[in-house]
C-alpha cells in the first residue's frame, strides 16, 4: 500500500532563513509526487507538482527515486509562507491521492 | 466560476442525527472526492466518484454513503453520526486525461462537529 509520511508536524524559521519541508514516501509504482497548500482562511490549493518541474513562489521539490523522497526547498522564506503544507501521492489513474499528515511553517520576522 | 463549492460551512449534530454535505462544481469535471481532514492525519479519502452515476470507496468509507446523480454534484451523507465523524469535510474534483493525472481542486470545507 502506498504511504505519504512527513515527519515534522511543525517547522519554524525566521525571515530570510532556508526551508526544507521533508516529505517520503512508500509505493511500488511509477510515484507522481505533489505539494498542495493550505494558507490561512484559505482552500487547499496545488503548490506544485514533480513531472513539471517548475518553480512556484520560490519552492523547489526533486523527486529522489533512490531515496524515495520528495522535499520541499527554498532558499529564502518569507512571511507569506506561513501555511500547512501536504506532500501528495497519485497511485493510480483514477487520480487517487494520498496525504502525508503536514507541516505547519512559521515564518517569522 | 465559482469552482467547487460546499454546503453547509458548519454543523454540530448529536448522536445518531443524521445529515448531508453537498459538494457542486462548475468546472465540468469527472472526477470528484470526499475528503475529512484530522489533526496529525492529513487528508484522507472517504470516497470518490469517476463520473455521473458511479462511485467507489476511498481510504475510510465506514460510516458514510455518497451519490452522483448530476455530474456536478457530490453527495456525502452521514446516516448515524458518531463522535468519531468529527471532522472538516473536504470536496474536491478535477479533470484525468486517460492514463494521466492532474491536479485536485477543493472546496472551502465543511467543519461538523458530533456531540
Known amino acids: 500500500a502506498q504511504r505519504v509520511t512527513q515527519p515534522e508536524k511543525l517547522l519554524s524559521v525566521f525571515k530570510g532563513a532556508p526551508v526544507e519541508l521533508k516529505c517520503n514516501y512508500s509505493y511500488s509504482g511509477s510515484p507522481e509526487l505533489f505539494w498542495y497548500v493550505q494558507y490561512s482562511r484559505q482552500r487547499l490549493q496545488l503548490l506544485l507538482r514533480h513531472i513539471s518541474r517548475e518553480s512556484i513562489k520560490g519552492f523547489t521539490a526533486d523527486l529522489n527515486k533512490g531515496e524515495t523522497s520528495f522535499h520541499l526547498k527554498k532558499p529564502f522564506a518569507q512571511e507569506e509562507d506561513s501555511a500547512m503544507y501536504y506532500c501528495?501521492?497519485?497511485?493510480?489513474?483514477?487520480?487517487?491521492?494520498?496525504f502525508g499528515g503536514g507541516t505547519r511553517l512559521m515564518v517569522k520576522p | 466560476n465559482a469552482g467547487v463549492t460546499q454546503t453547509p460551512k458548519f454543523r454540530v449534530l448529536k448522536t445518531g442525527q443524521s445529515m448531508t454535505l453537498l459538494c457542486a462544481q462548475d468546472?465540468?469535471?469527472?472526477?470528484m472526492y470526499w475528503y475529512r481532514q484530522d489533526p496529525g492525519m492529513g487528508l484522507r479519502l472517504i470516497h470518490y466518484s469517476v463520473g455521473e452515476g458511479t462511485t467507489a470507496k476511498g481510504e475510510v468509507p465506514d460510516g458514510y454513503n455518497v451519490s452522483r446523480l448530476k455530474k456536478q454534484n457530490f453527495l456525502l451523507g452521514l446516516e448515524s453520526a458518531a463522535p468519531s465523524q468529527t471532522s472538516v469535510y473536504f470536496c474536491a474534483s478535477s479533470y484525468v486525461p486517460p492514463g494521466l493525472t492532474d491536479t485536485q481542486y477543493f472546496g472551502p470545507g465543511t467543519r461538523l462537529t458530533v456531540l
Open positions: 501528495a501521492l497519485s497511485w493510480n489513474a483514477g487520480n487517487m491521492l494520498t
Open positions: 468546472m465540468n469535471h469527472e472526477y
